[in-house]
């Protein structure tokens, strides 16, 4: 540690940490960052450039550096500038590029948070500590934010004095006196989105040897600001002469403050080559710890560095001056500075340029913003004091202390010198001078041109240090103002971010949320295999012991078609519709009929989109003269009821009907068999329901909905109970003799019937005509959605393709081609064998076709035969079972007693998470839960829209619908704000206040019960996720 | 690689051309080209508001493919590829285009179904294409998690072979130097902002830099084209969306393919500086900024990490979006508007720079012979009226 000082500087002596750089071992000290302590250990040269290979050394202080680039443990690419060092640290030097390893599994946590303020200070700085402490007199919400570990800017780095004494001790009183600020350091501002929203990372451990697993390593927060006060100083930038890339050559204030913040000599013998007087200081301060200054070298007065040379490791030897060599291991450069306007520009704030200072600034901002001190072009400590108060809202209360610092003049407008080949001006991609003036002579004028002909700026660092060089080296080449020239765009995010962080909680069984039934548990234990559809977890079919999927999918196949078998239907959407207009809106939103039904009755319906191809299907029932219950399909659930609010809100606004979403509220068991009627009537359903007919019975105790359809040709039942009975309703079904099956085998039985799956047989370009459904488009109705379009050329035409059915001798590939001589004519949407006709049969879209057809996939050709598209009973002769068999009801003679919440299996796991102290999750039990479109039905219900509401009263049934959990203890609100996007402060959300929200990606009703007490409404088939969130969320918290 | 030393002239606007076209992208500098080169019609310029090709030309992901599902499609988009294949010797200049091989993953049952349909199609129609079962999928691309014990698991994949990236700014500045030596003027910094229509015909287009009389105006302003239109007069159904994309910093090789999922909603390939692009599906809203929300990138990002576990720790360094055309069936619209002389080539929405050299070259020959190129028809205009859409959303759910 040659270089280190023995005294000074803001590190900690008392504390050695150990650390290797490219396998050498090698000691810093606590405070360190890994630049500082390879500057201390006289590294020179950290790594090469990435397309010329040229050494290349620290030239920063922070996340402007553009070549001290390394990797640190498993993190590809950082900069050494940025990285704290901490005991066992393990860099390596890159050229470049960074480095992937192909097992590498990052098992460290990240996470996200919002907060909401009324003033948001990105940089604590002089400037920024003045603002952040004058708005918190006016007893603001105010956030303050800095990238470094402690608070100070570049003060940290000068030797300045206010008032007398060291300019820290003011940085000390400032921060002692921010009342209720929130101040997060080690956190950089990186995006600032429209209405002041501002998102930063917080390296939350990256700094410590020992990182504890269950806090997140970093956080990604999102802060919605009413003001926002940027105080994010400037970046001092460099010339472009050759050679200015030599490990040894540094930007003046790094050079500075490596000296009076990390007391690390970062040469022996330095020249000082400026434009501007801040270097001055530089010079000064690298005196006082004992470097030689050969020179100082001011633009100014007509001198200039005209190329370095170097020594035998091709770092820094010596520098040009007026055609001599002068000896010097270091070369502090300062071109002047560039305000740090990247999050203004993001904001969409216009720059303008400064012909004082040479540098673009801001102009007119386009928010709630303002920028102040050295970000706003200002220079001197105490000027940008004074502009942070008076930002901050209440400068009269503070007094402005007096600087040492010396007056500045004004810098000069300095770009280049000496010759433009090795002359960079973007050390990160090796662009220089010359490449500049090559995109110029090649025609271009514009600066995005330049950048992309160049790649000057395209770097890790966003071009911090060689953006406005870039411009100015240009503005010299073309004779035109900066200003003219412009800068490029400044793009988000401002210091780069991983993936991960990107990310947070949203991987693996969190990436997005698995719904499942309330039958969900029983698949499991049953071996189930899952299908994916949508976001459910669906069970596809339920294998015995070594079956393969085709012999249980034959399985249950044939018991649907010789005794009795049951699914869970309960994933199939089911939306509440009311008022006095509901026939006339299903009229019109459905291709066929549904005023005329009988109360009673269920009736199968299509929909389509404006352009008339199929949208979703379904069967709809009306419960009342005034009440329907639609069914979608599982797929679609969310996407209809939008369908349906967007026609009634946007062009029929004037009808009386509204939408309740019930499809948690309701498990379904569909029973399927000519022995379902034995099965059913045993648990209390009247065995003589008609086809096509809905009755409320009461099951095992339970209110219960019974409707008599079948999608299976075969005489079938749907019987729904609310949520928590639907898990025992289907083991009793089960244990009464029904086969279990999933969705494969429901597709097969349905296209044995000839039925079609919407996203199956359709593909966005299949009218209801085209499926052979003609019979459900009304020729009466006035109009329908798609009316019109079902009367254009295209739908009219003859050779429009069809549904039909196909026989081979083998089974073909769903999505294979038809062909016949005349060429593709059509595809396969569905193929399976069939259990009851022992063959293998297929549903196809086909236009006419004449001559010999084959269906080809692969290297496949396979004959095909057309037939009809119904495969099984075309008269429909077993859908109501055998009337001889039809035994009496039992109703009574057994219980649905044991109702199982969807959080059943989590109360083990909340009870060990949290901790009693801080925080708890914990299931409400089931409560009565109704959901109104209208008048407030009192009872305390909450308003969740103009005239929605849910409480114990109204309309609605909905109480399987949502399941509660209660979330207890001082650090629930933490929780909370890692998932929650909304303003929690306990000013704004109040005891007793509710909104509807999401929390993760879960949608949620959040309701504030008491001080620290708050209750999370969650779908039930959302539940488990949230769980599985919330468990995460509680990890930080459960540590002791 | 090295640029040539000169690219473009930088030409003052003359008063009249017999041919305008509004918009300097990639579809603009190709028409002009074509135009030119297979048209012999070099009294030509192109009108750019902003510089020449800083629209979707500049921002977008690259991906080059055919594999499109309906014939109609699959004929423009794998004439667009052919001509690709020959164009960085054609136009003298490295376009950087790497057939690599682009992968449409499928991660359920109908995601299968859609891909095999495809393959098939496109077998049928004369373009590469293969099925890949999950196995095959890790095979060709050994760094996808291609576990079953993911969110979505992968089930398979659609392959391209012939597919492949290129590099945008290459193209556009082949074009642009190509059209130019033929004497076509690129006028940058100037809008149109107005049309002068006589009896039904487009006789002049107003623009920041004066008024300009054209013999034929063609449209190929992309995200922006609806507005234009409307001063002409004619209302089109495009729906205009921000479109975003990403990259990281620069990582020594590490994929050497294109991935692109359709149903988690994120694609990735590594450009040949080393750098990771990706991008995602549209941003939901309409809009003209070309800015897109925050939220969109970090759901995408979830995804691209379910997919490529070790990409973890890699950071992303920039995020940008350009405004992309939508039409309601998800293909362009290419020929004649209601307006006489004025032309219209839009809609490639999130898909169109691997249709860059075809759509230019289906352009030119429409304006050159005032009608619909045979592989531009099926693409007019009155298809929203016929009801003839060519619906390419299962092609285009991640579209590019
Ligand atoms: C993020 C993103 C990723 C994408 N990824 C892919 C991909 O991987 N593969 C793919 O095939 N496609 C992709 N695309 C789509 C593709 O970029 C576009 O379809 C294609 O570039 C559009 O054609 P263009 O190049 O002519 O458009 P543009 O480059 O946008 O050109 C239109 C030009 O018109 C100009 N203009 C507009 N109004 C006026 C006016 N009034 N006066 C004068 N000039 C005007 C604009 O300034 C612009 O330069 C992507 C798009 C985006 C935004």
Redesign the interface.
């Known amino acids: 540690m040659t270089q280190r000082l023995p005294i000074g500087g803001r590190v900690d002596r008392t504390r050695t940490l150990r650390f290797t750089f490219d396998g050498v071992a090698m000691t810093g000290y606590q405070g360190d960052t890994l630049a500082s302590a390879l500057l201390a250990n006289e590294v020179r040269i950290v790594g090469r450039s990435v397309d010329l290979g040229r050494p290349r050394g620290v030239f920063g202080i922070g996340s402007e550096e553009p070549n001290a680039l390394v990797r640190v443990g498993d993190d590809p690419m950082l900069t050494a500038t940025t990285v704290e060092l901490y005991d066992g640290l393990a860099a390596s030097g890159l050229a470049g590029k960074g480095r992937l390893d192909p097992g590498f599994a990052d098992d460290a946590r990240y996470d996200k948070a919002y907060l909401h303020c009324d003033v948001l200070v990105v940089g604590g700085g002089p400037a920024g500590l003045a603002a952040a402490l004058a708005a918190s007199e006016s007893g603001a919400r105010v956030i303050l934010l800095d990238e470094q570990p402690e608070l100070g800017g570049s003060l940290l780095g000068a030797r300045e004095r206010l008032d007398g004494r060291p300019a820290m001790d003011w940085v000390a009183a400032a921060e002692a006196r921010l009342s209720g600020v929130q101040v997060f350091t080690r956190t950089t501002a990186v995006g600032y989105y429209d209405h002041n929203y501002v998102v930063a990372v917080e390296r939350r451990t990256d700094h410590l040897a020992d990182r504890p697993a269950h806090i997140s390593r970093q956080r990604l927060w999102h802060f919605r600001a009413g003001r926002v006060i940027l105080a994010t100083g400037a970046h001092e930038r460099s010339i472009a002469f050759p050679g200015n890339d030599r490990p040894g050559v540094m930007l003046a204030s790094a050079a500075r403050a490596y000296v009076n913040r990390y007391a690390v000599r970062p040469g022996t013998r330095a020249v000082v080559f400026t434009c501007a007087d801040s270097a001055f200081a530089a010079g000064d301060d690298l005196r006082a710890a004992g470097v030689e200054i050969a020179t100082i070298v001011d633009a100014r007065r007509g001198e200039t560095v005209t190329r370095t040379v170097a020594g035998p490791d091709g770092a820094l030897a010596g520098v040009e001056i007026g055609g001599r060599i002068v000896e010097c291991d270091l070369l502090a450069v300062c071109g002047g500075w560039n305000p740090t306007v990247h999050l203004f520009s993001q904001s969409q704030g216009r720059l303008r340029y400064d012909q004082n200072i040479h540098a673009f600034v801001p102009h007119l901002s386009a928010q709630a913003e303002q920028s102040v001190g050295a970000c706003r072009g200002t220079y001197g400590t105490a000027a940008c004091i004074e502009e942070g108060y008076a930002a901050g809202g209440s400068a009269g209360n503070f007094r402005i202390p007096v600087s040492d610092a010396r007056h500045e003049q004004p810098p000069a407008a300095l770009w280049t010198s000496g010759a433009q080949e090795e002359a960079f001006v973007d050390l990160q991609r090796d662009v220089t001078v010359a490449d500049v003036a090559r995109s110029i002579g090649a025609g271009m004028r514009s600066v995005e041109h330049v950048k992309r002909y160049t790649t000057a700026g395209t770097g890790a660092d966003q071009g911090k240090t060689s953006g406005p060089g870039t411009v100015g080296v240009m503005s010299a080449l073309l004779g035109a103002d900066p200003g003219a020239v412009g800068t490029t765009t400044y793009r988000p995010p401002y210091v780069p971010i991983s993936i991960a962080l990107l990310a947070g909680r949203e991987r693996g069984i969190l990436s997005d949320p698995i719904r499942v039934t309330s039958m969900h548990a029983s698949h499991v234990a049953r071996g189930a295999v899952f299908e994916d559809v949508g976001q459910w977890k669906r069970p596809w079919y339920f294998p015995l012991d070594g079956e393969s999927m085709d012999d249980a999918v034959l399985r249950e196949c044939a018991a649907a078609r010789t005794a009795v078998a049951a699914m869970d239907a309960s994933t199939l959407g089911k939306i509440d519709i009311r008022g006095a207009d509901v026939g006339v809106f299903l009229d019109r939103i459905y291709t066929n009929m549904y005023s005329t039904l009988a109360v009673g009755a269920c009736r199968y319906g299509v929909m389509c989109t404006a352009d008339g191809m199929v949208f979703d299907d379904g069967v709809t029932t009306r419960l009342a003269e005034e009440r329907y219950l639609m069914t979608t399909t599982t797929g679609n659930a969310a996407a209809v009821l939008d369908w349906l609010e967007e026609w009634h809100q946007t062009e029929w606004p004037e009808l009386d009907v509204s939408f309740v979403s019930v499809t948690d509220h309701w498990a379904t068991v569909a029973v399927v068999g000519p022995r379902s009627r034995e099965l059913v009537t045993s648990l209390g359903v009247p065995g003589d329901m008609p086809f096509m007919t809905y009755r409320e019975v009461g099951l095992g105790g339970v209110a219960a909905r019974v409707y008599r359809i079948s999608f299976s040709g075969e005489l079938a039942w749907e019987l729904n109970v609310p949520w928590a009975y639907g898990r025992t309703l289907w083991e009793t079904v089960l244990e009464r003799g029904a086969v279990p099956y999933g969705t494969e085998t429901m597709h097969v039985l349905r296209a044995e019937k000839g039925f079609p799956i919407v996203g199956q047989e359709t593909d966005g370009t299949v009218t209801p005509q085209d499926l052979g459904m003609s019979w459900a488009v009304s020729k009466r109705k006035p109009d329908y959605v798609g009316k019109r379009s079902h009367a254009r050329p295209d739908a009219m035409r003859a050779d429009r393709k069809r549904l039909i059915g196909l026989f081979s001798a083998e089974r073909l590939a769903e999505g294979a081609q038809l062909v016949t001589a005349a060429g593709m004519v059509g595809h396969v949407t569905s193929s399976y064998h069939s259990a009851a006709l022992d063959r293998p049969f297929a549903l196809a879209l086909s236009r006419d076709a004449h001559g010999p057809m084959e269906a080809v996939w692969d290297t496949r050709r396979v004959p095909v035969e057309i037939v009809s598209s119904v495969f099984y009973d075309p008269e429909n002769l077993v859908r109501d079972g055998s009337p001889s068999t039809w035994p009496v009801s039992h109703e009574g003679d057994w219980l649905l007693d044991r109702p199982v919440s969807a959080l059943d299996a989590y109360r083990d796991r909340f009870a060990v998470a949290g901790a009693d102290a801080v925080v708890r999750a914990r299931e409400i039990p089931l409560a009565i839960m109704r959901e109104t479109h209208g008048a407030d039905p009192g009872e305390d219900a909450m308003r969740l829209g103009p005239e929605w509401w849910i409480g114990p009263a109204g309309d609605v049934d909905v109480s399987g619908q949502r399941t509660i959990v209660e979330l207890t203890g001082p650090r629930a609100r933490d929780v909370l704000i890692t998932g929650c996007a909304l303003d929690l402060d306990p000013r704004v959300f109040g005891v007793g206040a509710y909104v509807q929200t999401m929390l993760g990606r879960a949608q949620v009703i959040l309701r504030r019960v008491d001080d620290d007490a708050y209750h999370v409404y969650v779908r039930s088939s959302f539940a488990g996720y949230l769980a599985e969130w919330l468990l995460d969320a509680l990890a930080e918290w459960s540590h002791t | 690689m090295r640029?040539?030393?000169?690219?473009?002239?930088?030409p003052s606007p003359k008063s009249a051309y017999d041919v305008v076209i509004v918009g300097g992208g990639g579809h603009g500098l190709a028409t002009a080209y074509y135009l030119a080169r297979n048209h012999g019609i070099t009294n030509v310029a192109i009108l750019e508001k902003g510089?020449?090709a800083?629209g979707n030309m500049?921002r977008n992901t690259t991906i080059i493919r055919s594999n499109y599902l309906w014939?109609e499609s699959a004929a423009i988009y794998e004439h667009s590829l052919k001509l690709w294949e020959g164009l960085s010797a054609e136009l003298d200049y490295d376009l950087m285009f790497s057939q690599r091989g682009v992968l449409n993953l499928a991660?359920?049952?109908?995601d299968?179904?859609?891909?095999?349909?495809?393959?098939?199609?496109n077998?049928?129609?004369g373009i590469d294409a293969e099925?890949l079962d999950a196995d095959e999928v890790k095979k060709f691309c050994?760094?996808l998690n291609t576990s079953p014990h993911?969110?979505?698991p992968v089930l398979g994949a659609t392959l391209q072979r012939r597919a492949g990236i290129a590099k945008h700014?290459h193209v556009a500045w082949g074009y642009a130097r190509a059209a130019d030596a033929l004497g076509v003027d690129l006028i940058?910094g100037c809008e149109v902002t107005g049309f002068e229509i006589d009896g039904g015909r487009v006789t002049a287009v107003r623009t920041s830099q004066g008024r300009i009389a054209a013999g034929t105006v063609a449209l190929a302003a992309a995200g922006h084209t609806s507005v234009l239109a409307d001063k002409a007069g004619i209302r089109l159904p495009l729906q205009s969306h921000p479109l975003q994309a990403l990259v990281?910093?620069?990582?020594?090789p590490?994929l050497d393919c294109v991935v692109m999922s359709g149903a988690?909603h994120v694609y990735v390939s590594q450009a040949h500086?080393?750098e990771l692009v990706m991008g995602a599906g549209i941003d939901a809203y309409n809009s003209y900024g070309q800015?897109g929300?925050?939220n969109v990138?970090?759901?995408q990002?979830?995804?691209?990490?379910?997919l490529f576990?070790?990409?973890?720790?890699?950071?992303?360094?920039?995020?940008?979006a350009g405004i992309v055309d939508v039409a309601?069936d998800a293909s362009p619209i290419i020929g004649p508007t209601p307006v006489e002389g004025l032309y219209i080539n839009a809609g490639w929405g999130t898909g169109g720079f691997k249709a860059t050299p075809g759509s230019g070259w289906v352009y030119a020959d429409t304006i050159a012979n005032q009608r619909a190129h045979p592989l531009a028809e099926p693409f007019s205009l009155d298809?929203f009226?016929?009801?003839?859409?060519i619906?390419e959303?299962?092609a285009a759910a991640v579209a590019h």
């Open positions: 640029h040539p030393d000169f690219l473009w002239r930088n510089w020449l800083g500049a014939d991660h359920n049952l109908p299968v179904r859609e891909g095999r349909r495809r393959a098939s199609a077998q049928q129609n099925w050994p760094i993911v969110r979505y700014d940058q990281s910093e620069l990582l020594d590490v988690v500086k080393g800015r929300s925050f990138i970090e759901r990002m979830g995804a691209a990490l379910e576990p070790i990409f973890s720790r890699v950071r992303v360094v920039r995020t940008w309601p298809r009226t016929t009801g003839a859409l619906d959303h299962g």
